[in-house]
């Protein structure tokens, strides 16, 4: 089953401006990660953030992860068109299992 | 570093065939997964090893599906006999997990279409 849920499922912007994806999940992490997948490739991973951690920064990303909410989002500032995507949460319990959710597709207009 | 390397890029094959799927995880990696993605069901885990040895295989979705890891550089997934709702693209994916995860290296796919 789904552990993740990313929400919207679809978002289009215009270049420079900032998009925001969202992502729930459902039972204990050890860590959650992001993912990018630009349309017929695999995955690029983007960033983890741990359990016991609020926040986390790289780049022009910015990642905060709720463990009471259970839930997580993605804030990519200053978009460009090139991060015209789909972006992935996944979920990581401590038994070697990923679980990724449904994606939120981003679209950014030059 | 070559990555994730998967093979073949693209499968066509008829209902009742067999399909086999091979995937080279990056050296030194010790974890080892396969995914399924389609339009409907998102990405799907079927299965995962850990050094070689499967895990977990409750997400292979029926008996016409197995997989395999004789050694740490090599893995396949076979479909026999595969049918159209088989149809979708296939990802390996590995990485050098220690006692907490580590984030995943991803193959190309294998786009399989099951006429």
């Known amino acids: 089953s789904q552990q993740g849920e990313e929400d919207p499922q679809a978002l289009s912007i215009q270049e420079g401006e900032n998009a925001t994806m969202n992502c729930s999940y459902k039972?204990?992490?050890?860590?959650l990660q992001w993912y990018r997948q630009n349309s017929g490739r695999g995955l690029v991973h983007l960033i983890l953030?741990?359990?016991?951690?609020r926040e986390k920064h790289s780049g022009r990303l910015r990642v905060t992860l709720d463990t009471s909410k259970k839930s997580s989002s993605l804030l990519i500032t200053a978009s460009r068109a090139a991060d015209t995507a789909s972006y992935f949460c996944?979920?990581?319990?401590?038994?070697?299992?990923?679980?990724f959710g449904t994606g939120t597709r981003l679209k950014v207009l030059a | 570093d070559a990555g994730v390397i998967q093979s073949p890029r693209h499968e066509v094959t008829e209902m009742g065939q067999e399909v086999t799927l091979r995937c080279k995880p990056i050296?030194?990696?010790?974890?080892l997964f396969w995914y399924r993605q389609t339009m409907m069901r998102g990405l799907e885990l079927l299965i995962y090893?850990?050094?070689?040895?499967?895990?977990?295989d409750s997400g292979m979705p029926e008996d016409r599906f197995s997989a395999k890891m004789p050694n740490a550089s090599f893995s396949t997934l076979k479909i026999q006999p595969s049918e159209p709702r088989d149809s979708a693209v296939y990802f390996c994916?590995?990485?050098?997990?220690?006692?907490?995860?580590?984030?995943?290296?991803f193959g190309s796919g294998t786009q399989l279409s099951v006429l």
């Open positions: 994916a590995s990485t050098l997990y220690r006692d907490r995860g580590e984030k995943l290296f």
């Open positions: 039972t204990s992490i050890n860590n």
């Open positions: 953030i741990r359990s016991n951690e």
């Open positions: 996944a979920t990581e319990g401590g038994t070697y299992k990923y679980i």
């Open positions: 050296s030194g990696h010790n974890s």
């Open positions: 090893f850990n050094n070689n040895v499967p895990i977990d």
